[in-house]
């Protein structure tokens, strides 16, 4: 399995603003759900920390391979995402990792750490 985790800074003038810009990105991807094949897992939240250094947003998602992913990144609903929050975002940082099963069978089970 594949873990593929993405933050954003979202735009927004004002307070109210910046809410609605995340509740669309939300709603944008929680709409993926059952349409991408290979994709296990999705849940997408805001912060409620409120410190200076978080993102506003985090996308928590988890494929079947790393072949499914690739898959996603050019699928037809995510292509439709992506251009309908086009501008939305400040920035964005992304992290994807194997669970151990998928880094043992990628590796042989001596390169699980």
Known sequence: MIKHIVMWDVQGASEQELRANIARLKDAFEGL??????????EVGSDESNVDYACDVVLYSEFESRAALSAYATHP??????????GLRIARYQVDYAT???????RGPEAVV
């Open 77 to 86: 609903a995510h292509l439709q995402v992506r251009e309908a929050l086009q």
């Open 100 to 106: 151990a099963a998928e880094t043992e069978g990628a």
């Open 33 to 42: 759900r059952g349409r991408v094949p290979g994709l296990l897992h999705l």
